[in-house]
């Protein structure tokens, strides 16, 4: 275990009250520890834990290497703890309990904090976010979630399949026609196809527009819910041909105001932004970690 220890005169922001102007000189410690499963930077200060699940072909690695989060959550005091748990846009009974059982007992492995829970992920990533987050609440497990976001992810199932079928006919550009292939093609295997009945999407998607079904969510009603996007249209139109529903953004936008009219808007944010979207090699594309502001995130995990 290698412990890194990173002196710099800090401006911390505290759980609960702390004046944010208040200088702090100690050094902030922690540890970094790899396996196959996870990458975690433990803070030595246990004021919460950030759990994050990568994009789909993605993994712990390519999180860190994208989201710069981890300097100002050891800052806080915050944990971070970045799964290589990928190649999942949903999860069904069974892989919700594993997920479960894996991530209790990393925390109780590692001694992290079980209060300030916030779990978050990346496209597929936040798919699991939310479905693992309404699972843990209804199971009672002793890792309850305080909050959890998702960036620019695919929610409803039953629509990324309905895009996919309209890329196709298009064949527009590469990169849209393999993504477009692949999904239809997985979705006839796992779902059917929904001109043969939609019941298996509602099942498994976290959210279906068409039914306005969010069974998957239910239980996340007293938890903070943040939903990322940059619906830069004239990208997509550029790139991809794609109208403004087709985007994730679209998805999002309906689930945040179904989610504030079901559960109260007080704890229900929708985070639009503009021109942010860029990958680490400085690649342009709104679909990217890089839309989450981490001061603020840090902020809104701390209030």
């Known amino acids: 275990m290698r412990t890194l220890i990173i ?32 990458e975690l930077i433990k803070s030595e200060k246990q004021n919460g834990l950030l759990i994050l699940f990568p994009c789909f072909p993605c993994d712990a690695k390519n999180t860190f290497s994208e989201f ?19 190649q999942h846009l949903f999860l069904n009974k069974s892989e919700k309990q594993k997920l479960a059982e894996q991530l209790e007992k990393i925390v109780l492995e590692n001694n992290l904090s079980k209060e300030n829970i916030f779990i978050g992920g990346f496209s597929s990533g936040g798919n699991v976010s939310l479905l693992i987050s309404d699972y843990l609440v209804a199971s009672k497990s002793k890792i309850q979630p305080k909050g959890v976001f998702v960036v ?15 890329n196709l006919k298009m064949e527009f550009s590469e990169p849209s026609i393999q993504e477009a292939t692949w ?11 929904p001109e043969n ?13 068409e039914t306005q079904n969010i069974e998957n969510l239910k239980n996340l009603k ?19 041909k794609n109208d403004y529903e087709d985007l994730n953004a679209y998805y999002l936008k309906n689930l945040s105001d179904k989610l504030k009219t079901e559960f109260g808007s007080e704890n229900i944010e929708l985070i639009e932004t503009e021109n942010k979207g860029y990958r680490a090699n400085g690649e342009r594309h709104p679909h990217s970690w890089t839309i989450v502001n981490e001061k603020d995130l840090m902020k809104w995990m701390t209030e």
Request: aromatic residues 12%; charged residues 30%.
């Open 7 to 38: 002196i710099l005169a800090l401006i911390v922001i505290s759980c609960k009250g702390q004046n944010k102007e208040d200088i702090q000189t100690e050094k902030p410690v922690s540890d970094e520890i790899t396996t196959s499963d996870i």
């Open 68 to 86: 710069k989060i981890s300097e100002i959550s050891i800052k806080n005091g915050f944990s971070v703890l970045a799964m290589n748990f990928n």
């Open 152 to 166: 620019d992810s695919p929610i409803d199932l039953l629509a990324l399949y309905k895009t996919a079928q309209k």
């Open 183 to 193: 999904i239809k093609s997985f979705f006839d295997k796992e779902f059917g196809n």
């Open 197 to 209: 009945g939609i019941e298996n999407y509602e099942k498994y998607s976290p959210f279906t527009l």
């Open 222 to 240: 007293n938890l903070k819910i943040r939903f990322y996007t940059e619906p830069d249209l004239k990208w997509w139109q550029e790139n991809r």
